[in-house]
């Protein structure tokens, strides 16, 4: 199947929420998805982006028709002080029914390049435990899973937690 890979514009915001949305219900985490096209318009198009995105798109049926987004990758840079920059993999996804065309290795052979010509040092990303597609899908890419290589462990302050953090405490 052909596609073609492209940056995300403004416009594709609808596309990129869908895409979100079909993953969290694959992962069986729906619910958790709060996100709006307002959001990821004002996050990643605005005066400083928080994030990049790729597009996959195939194309229409027939020449009068639209591409069709058929994938995605989030992305962002980020620094560690050991080893410097690295591009961390936040959210990636390619349709059910254009797996297994080449598709997700052509978007993480870009986002490779990128990270290359970017200097990073590294591709950081989080897998869900129970996605065993998607952990053989990296490992055989030469991915290391650093929860058993080095015993690293995820961990999140929700919003809650920062807002307790962040006012402070009576005296």
Same mark, same amino acid.
């Given at each position: &199947?052909?596609?073609? !890979? ?22 069986? &985490? ?14 990643? /198009?605005?005066?400083?982006? /928080? ?11 027939d020449s009068s028709e639209d591409p069709s987004v058929v994938g995605f990758a989030m992305y962002y840079f980020t620094y560690d002080p050991w080893v410097g920059k690295?591009?961390? =993999?936040?959210? +990636? ?7 297994? =065309? ?21 591709? &950081? +990303? ?12 990296? %490992? ?5 899973? !650093? ?6 462990? =995820?961990?999140?302050?929700? %919003?809650?937690?920062?807002?307790? &953090? ?6």
């Amino acid at each position: &199947m052909e596609y073609k !890979l492209r940056k995300a514009e403004p416009k594709d915001v609808s596309d990129i929420l869908r895409l979100v949305k079909e993953l969290a219900k694959y992962e069986e &985490m729906e619910s958790q998805v709060t996100l709006t096209e307002k959001d990821l318009l004002e996050d990643g /198009f605005g005066e400083t982006p /928080f994030y990049h995105c790729i597009i996959a798109e195939t194309p229409g049926e027939d020449s009068s028709e639209d591409p069709s987004v058929v994938g995605f990758a989030m992305y962002y840079f980020t620094y560690d002080p050991w080893v410097g920059k690295q591009l961390y =993999l936040e959210e +990636f996804y390619v349709m059910d029914k254009c797996r297994g =065309l080449g598709i997700g290795s052509g978007i993480l052979r870009h986002l490779s390049d990128l990270a290359m010509k970017t200097r990073c040092t590294g591709m &950081m +990303f989080v897998v869900a435990e129970n996605n065993e597609p998607s952990v053989q899908f990296y %490992k055989r890419r030469g991915a290391e899973d !650093l929860s058993q290589e080095e015993g690293w462990r =995820l961990f999140r302050f929700d %919003k809650d937690s920062l807002v307790k &953090m962040a006012t402070p405490a009576e005296e």
